[in-house]
């Protein structure tokens, strides 16, 4: 499995539901990076997309408790153990977290590549990811050159399992 966020410099990841600021080169790398993927999210992260809906172009599945839970352009899964028969027999690598918080620390030790994009600013957050320089089990495979938007600096990172 494969997972990809934006992270400001304490690995904040969200304020109230939504992202912490708004790069369309960021949207568009994610864009690039998940089209034709099986993407996994949370409820509330299906809920911040636009309409409410999964993203076209990608198969989605959204896990949340409520069994009576209904989502446009996604399949709806209760938890791990049914969204991983619902994709069995998928290469891993087709198979994209994007969050939130909880799915993203659930699914971390299933994940064999993480696509940070880092954010060299400190906001708000109330949601947040672990630091991945500071995770043995990670290694920095390559980064991007600087980008600026907004008046924001950030650079794309592309981290990879040790021994996996």
Same mark, same amino acid.
Not at 8 to 21: A, P, R, S
């Given at each position: 499995m494969?997972?990809?966020?934006?992270?400001? *410099?304490?690995?904040?990841?969200?304020? +109230?539901? /939504?992202?912490?600021?708004?790069?369309?080169?960021?949207?568009?790398?994610?864009k690039e990076r998940t089209m034709g993927k099986i993407m996994v999210m949370g409820r509330a992260t299906l809920e911040s997309l636009p309409g409410k809906k999964g993203l076209p172009g990608?198969?989605?599945?959204?896990?949340?408790?409520?069994?009576?839970?209904?989502?446009?352009?996604?399949?709806?899964?209760?938890?791990?153990? *049914?969204?991983?028969?619902?994709?069995? +027999?998928? /290469?891993?690598?087709?198979?994209?977290?994007?969050g939130g918080e909880r799915v993203y620390k659930e699914f971390l030790p299933l994940c064999s590549v993480c696509y940070i994009t880092k954010i060299y600013e400190k906001f708000d957050a109330d949601r947040f990811f672990v630091n991945l320089d500071d995770d043995a089990d990670f290694t920095c495979e390559a980064v991007s050159g600087v980008k600026e938007e907004n008046g924001i600096k950030y650079q794309f990172f592309k981290y990879t399992r040790k021994n996996g």
């Open positions: 494969q997972l990809i966020l934006a992270a400001d *410099e304490n690995w904040g990841i969200g304020k +109230g539901g /939504d992202l912490l600021c708004h790069l369309p080169g960021d949207l568009k790398y994610f990608r198969t989605n599945y959204v896990l949340t408790s409520d069994r009576a839970y209904e989502a446009e352009n996604a399949r709806v899964v209760h938890d791990r153990a *049914e969204l991983m028969e619902a994709v069995s +027999g998928t /290469d891993p690598d087709e198979i994209m977290i994007m």
